[in-house]
């Protein structure tokens, strides 16, 4: 829907566009206008029932979309409105598709965007509430170091601040768009005015500022900035996939894993094993990710069939860049709503674990040598024993030195 939604934008641009330039006639554009409108409102998909799958350039979908209009604006005006003479004057499925994609993928992106900016601001909320809380590090999975959450949580903001400064950069190459080259590039049978005036409308229904393309053989003849739009989209998917890693083994247990933190319960997790409870949201993100990783592949090779003048894999491409983008604006809300935001510190088991942590004696490396903390690590960790104990036997340092020098809280800040 929401590239067929596209496309209509497109045709009521060009009748606005061909209007101005006394191309059409009033009534002729105001019917074209009034039948657009009216399937943006009450988008009827059995009108358009062209298979994804159908010729590279997707003909088929523009042509689908004049009939349509063609046909409700002369029902609703009694005019003999064409499909080809009125609803696609100045206009090419070839420069048609390719706009309809960027434009597609624009609304997307920015509704992405301020989703991601959501995302951030949770993020930023709870290191609020709980970024003083310390807890062990890890590194291979492994215990290392003593970081604070506010730590933790600042890296997974950065990782989302990263991804949508991509998308931004992304977005500006997007929003530069191929209508006015028609068929080849040329711009024949086109005004020479066209394309400016056709961005100026589609920007005033908008809100987007769109822009004719530099080079109309580019846009026509590649989607590379899609592709890059794409890959923006995996970088987002390897940060959350990597967020949705981490959440997922600090909830692990309740009694037998890492069990550092609890997730919201938002539905029974076993059909068999009673009381059990799954990371739902995490797990879901995780599979967003996997699916937008796929579909990026997918854009990457549909994005390498231009053929001289154009590229014959627009369909595919648009399928993939919308699925990515929806996917990852439900996914991104769900994880700062139903996960980051709603998960509680077991503050308990986090500081059991701190206590025995025989990492920390890396702190007295400077002191003692690596080899004699190594020694203490490895002897707190066989006799089970909190290593501030074995430090005091092993050491000269008195109990309160080592208190201040193994404080984890002091460690984390480096």
């Not at 009108?47 to 010729?55: S, V």
């Not at 989703?115 to 609020?128: D, F």
């Not at 002191?367 to 190594?374: H, N, P, Q």
């Amino acid at each position: 829907p929401a590239f067929i939604k596209a496309v209509l934008r497109v045709k009521q641009a060009a009748a606005a566009a061909n209007l101005e330039l006394k191309l059409l006639q009033p009534d002729v554009a105001s019917a074209i206008n009034s039948a657009a409108e009216q399937q943006l409102l009450e988008l009827d998909m059995a009108n358009y029932p062209i298979d994804l799958f159908q010729t590279g350039s997707g003909t088929s979908t523009n042509m689908n979309v004049n009939e349509v209009l063609a046909t409700l604006s002369g029902k609703s005006s009694g005019l003999a409105i064409s499909p080809n003479d009125h609803i696609n004057l100045g206009q090419s499925s070839n420069d048609v598709i390719p706009t309809a994609i960027h434009l597609s993928a624009a609304l997307a992106n920015h509704q992405l965007i301020e989703t991601l900016t959501t995302l951030e601001a949770v993020i930023a909320t709870k290191v609020v509430d709980i970024g003083h809380i310390v807890k062990t590090g890890r590194t291979h999975l492994m215990d290392a170091m003593p970081v604070t959450f506010a730590q933790v949580l600042s890296g997974w903001q950065a990782q989302i601040a990263h991804a949508r400064q991509q998308l931004e950069f992304a977005q500006q190459q997007v929003l530069a768009l191929a209508q006015g080259g028609t068929a080849v590039g040329t711009g024949i049978n086109a005004h020479p005015d066209f394309a400016a005036l056709f961005c100026q409308k589609l920007s005033s229904q908008t809100g987007l500022k769109f822009k004719p393309s530099s080079n109309f053989f580019l846009s026509l003849g590649s989607q590379d900035s899609i592709v890059a739009l794409s890959g923006a989209t995996k970088v987002l998917s390897v940060a959350l996939m990597k967020i949705a890693n981490d959440l997922r083994w600090m909830n692990s247990g309740p009694l037998a894993g890492l069990g550092e933190i609890a997730l919201p319960a938002l539905q029974p997790g076993s059909s068999i094993m009673p009381g059990k409870v799954n990371p739902v949201i995490p797990e879901a993100v995780a599979m967003v990710a996997a699916q937008v990783i796929g579909n990026d592949s997918t854009i990457t090779v549909a994005g390498q069939s231009g053929n001289f003048e154009l590229n014959v894999m627009l369909p595919v491409i648009a399928h993939n860049i919308l699925q990515s983008m929806e996917l990852l604006s439900s996914a991104s809300s769900a994880l700062g709503e139903k996960a980051i935001a709603g998960f509680t510190v077991q503050e308990d088991k986090i500081n059991e674990a701190l206590s025995r942590n025989p990492i920390l004696v890396t702190a007295l490396n400077p002191l003692i040598g690596y080899l004699k903390a190594a020694d203490i690590a490895k002897q707190a960790y066989k006799e089970k024993r909190p290593v501030i104990d074995v430090a005091v036997e092993q050491t000269s340092y008195s109990r309160a030195e080592l208190e201040k020098l193994l404080d984890p809280a002091l460690l984390s800040q480096g």
